[in-house]
């Protein structure tokens, strides 16, 4: 099982991820695109690194938002496989 941080650890790995709250034990940003198909299209670039990583966000859809919430659920909180899958998301355009 993964290593939970410390509430130092994530205030400072989150200081390097712009646009990304710490809500919690989550870790969440929304992004806003034209229209529908964008945020579509958005969410499937987003297998592969969550794939690659076996790290899976949660995801809500709501026309042309995405909200992405990152958590390691079986640690029960932020570890930093959510930090690693958060900075290959904030990569994607």
Same mark, same amino acid.
């Given at each position: 099982?993964?290593?939970l941080l410390? #509430?130092?650890e994530i205030q400072e790995s989150a200081k390097v991820l712009s646009g990304w709250? /710490?809500?919690g034990s989550n870790l969440e940003i929304t992004r806003t695109f034209k229209d529908f198909i964008q945020a579509i299209e958005f969410v499937n670039k987003l297998v592969e690194?969550? #794939?690659s990583a076996?790290?899976?966000p949660d995801i809500?859809?709501?026309?042309?938002? /995405?909200?992405?919430?990152?958590t390691t659920h079986d640690a029960g909180?932020?570890?930093q496989a959510?930090?690693?899958v958060a900075q290959a998301i904030s990569q994607i355009n």
């Open positions: 099982m993964a290593q410390t #509430e130092a709250t /710490v809500e690194p969550a #794939e076996g790290h899976h809500e859809i709501s026309y042309n938002k /995405v909200k992405i919430r990152l909180g932020l570890t959510d930090f690693d």
